[in-house]
């Protein structure tokens, strides 16, 4: 059965302290992973999506790499704005399978 | 340009009742998803309709049903309803023009429901 895995479960930092959020997943044959971003109270955001070893993708302050077994989201000089809960999600026929998430909390 | 819309917001059911929540799609998507969230958990595919037409079912029971209307418009309702049924539920849109895998899914707000 396919799983995602994200650690860790909450993470605290310091606006400017950088760190990296890591979803680690188990399919056979991925076909994308996706990385998505939740307020409170909202529906999740979507951020990226990778589809193969090596690749990168940017967004502000976020980066996310994709590995053949895991995804790091790194985050750069947070500021309080980023705090949120970051999904990580890979498909399943028409579903998408998510990661229970990280929820960053970026204090000033 | 109007996202994913879902009503009610928030929902207060008693234990037994019976609910129906609905969902506009995204201007220009005709695929409709649901799924469950619980307190601080990943959100949990119930199923997806295309065409009218409900195209895959995550492990959820026969109590969960929906319905595609020819607008792409969607209802999700619930029967039955157990304590364990409190979450958020989310409804995402997509364009089946493109495959899952290389379409975003794009999320409304989600409905609370609260069973009582």
């Known amino acids: 059965e396919d799983q995602v895995t994200q650690s860790p479960e909450a993470l605290r930092l310091q606006e400017g302290e950088s760190s990296s959020l890591n979803c680690s997943y188990t399919v056979s044959g991925l076909r994308g992973l996706f990385w998505y971003r939740q307020d409170p109270g909202k529906g999740p955001e979507f951020l990226f999506t990778l589809y193969s070893a090596g690749e990168e993708k940017e967004k502000e302050r976020l980066k996310a790499t994709l590995t053949k077994k895991e995804s790091f989201l790194h985050i750069t000089a947070p500021k309080p704005e980023d705090s949120a809960t970051y999904l990580c999600?890979?498909?399943?026929?028409?579903?998408?399978?998510f990661g229970k998430g990280t929820s960053l909390l970026v204090t000033p | 340009d109007a996202g994913v819309t879902q009503s009610p917001t928030h929902l207060i059911k008693t234990r037994g009742q019976q609910v129906t929540l609905r969902c506009s799609p995204k201007s220009g998507h005709d695929t409709v998803s649901w799924y469950q969230q619980a307190l601080g958990q990943g959100p949990q595919f119930i199923f997806q309709y295309y065409e009218e037409e409900e195209r895959q079912r995550g492990n959820f029971p026969d109590r969960f049903s929906g319905h595609q209307f020819p607008n792409y418009s969607s209802e999700l309702n619930v029967n039955a309803l157990l304590l364990g049924d409190s979450a958020l539920y989310l409804c995402a849109s997509s364009f089946a023009g493109s495959s899952s895998y290389n379409s975003p899914l794009h999320f409304g707000n989600g409905t609370r429901l609260t069973v009582t």
């Open positions: 999600a890979v498909p399943s026929g028409y579903a998408l399978n």
